[in-house]
């Protein structure tokens, strides 16, 4: 008899326990450590993140100071001074990502006005993967065309027509706001009927 109250005792101690470790897991408390596994016996305080990042601010705009010379005694022929905050590296990659979704939608639907119809294509789906790297100036490089199934000129042709007029992104900056290279990489799919 006293087995069977001890066991609903043991099932609820371990729910409880069970329920604190997700609400750490999925509350944000916990640090996720890929190649680290909890056990049974293991202490949660030491896995608990106690440093939360706060996110980062752009750095406001100053006044700046303007020194008049002589023949601005007056100050109706003051020079137009606007200063712009500099741009957050989360603005730049959504910005990029805008540009190229723009960009890439209007070469994907000149691909199935121009390129789809040609006899050179069997009919079928072609799902097409592209690898394009951002430089430290914007500057936008096709670097890899995959057709698959595989199609020299259809490979050829998405690269052409990427490559022509590609615009220039904003280029990605690093933890230390200095600009590096990114490869990015998007896929499509076009259908011959």
């Known amino acids: 008899m006293k087995k069977w109250i001890f066991l609903p005792l043991i099932v609820s101690m371990i729910t409880v326990q069970a329920q604190s470790l997700k609400d750490a897991l999925y509350g944000g408390k916990l640090r996720t450590d890929s190649g680290t596994v909890l056990r049974k016996g293991d202490d949660l305080s030491s896995k608990i993140d106690t440093s ?3 996110p980062v601010e752009a750095e406001k705009a100053k006044p700046v100071a303007l020194s008049l010379d002589s023949s601005m005694k007056n100050g109706n022929n003051l020079p137009d001074v606007t200063i712009k905050a500099p741009m957050t590296t989360e603005a730049a990659v959504k ?3 805008k540009t190229w979704k723009t960009f890439s939608d209007s070469v994907i639907s000149m691909l199935k006005q121009e390129v789809i119809p040609s006899k050179k294509l069997k009919k079928g789906a072609y799902f097409v993967l592209v690898d394009y790297e951002i430089g430290l100036d914007g500057q936008v490089t096709i670097m890899k065309v995959i057709p698959t199934p595989e199609s020299a000129f259809l490979e ?4 052409e027509r990427l490559s022509i007029d590609t615009p220039k992104l904003n280029p990605v900056l690093d933890g230390n706001g200095k600009p590096r290279k990114v490869v990015k990489r998007v896929n499509f ?3 011959k009927d």
Do not use: G, H, I
């Open 156 to 159: 050829e042709q998405v690269k």
């Open 95 to 97: 910005d990029n990502n």
């Open 189 to 191: 799919t076009l259908t």
């Open 52 to 54: 939360r990042k706060k």
